[in-house]
C-alpha cells in the first residue's frame, strides 16, 4: 500500500546554516532559476560574506585574480 504525504509546500533548491548548539536554522537562502540540484557546500574559515559568481559574470573581473 503506497501512502503519500500532506505537504502544503513545493520542494525548492537552497542553503541552510544550522546552529548546532541550538538545534535551529540561523540563516537560510532559496536558490532559484536554472539550479535544480546542490551537490557540495564547503565551510571557508575567515570569510564572513562568501559568494558564487558565474564565469560569464561581468563581476567576475573583479573577483578572480592570479599572482604574476
Do not use: N
Not at 538545534?23 to 562568501?50: L, M, N, Q, S, Y
Not at 559568494?51 to 592570479?66: D, R
Amino acid at each position: 500500500m503506497s501512502r503519500q504525504c500532506g505537504a502544503d509546500s513545493e520542494p525548492w533548491c537552497g542553503i541552510q546554516i544550522i546552529d548546532l548548539a541550538k538545534g535551529t536554522c540561523a540563516e537560510w537562502f532559496r536558490i532559484d532559476g536554472a539550479v535544480k540540484e546542490i551537490f557540495d557546500v564547503a565551510i571557508i574559515t575567515g570569510h564572513a560574506c562568501p559568494m558564487s559568481i558565474g564565469p560569464s559574470a561581468p563581476e567576475i573581473i573583479k573577483f578572480v585574480t592570479h599572482a604574476a
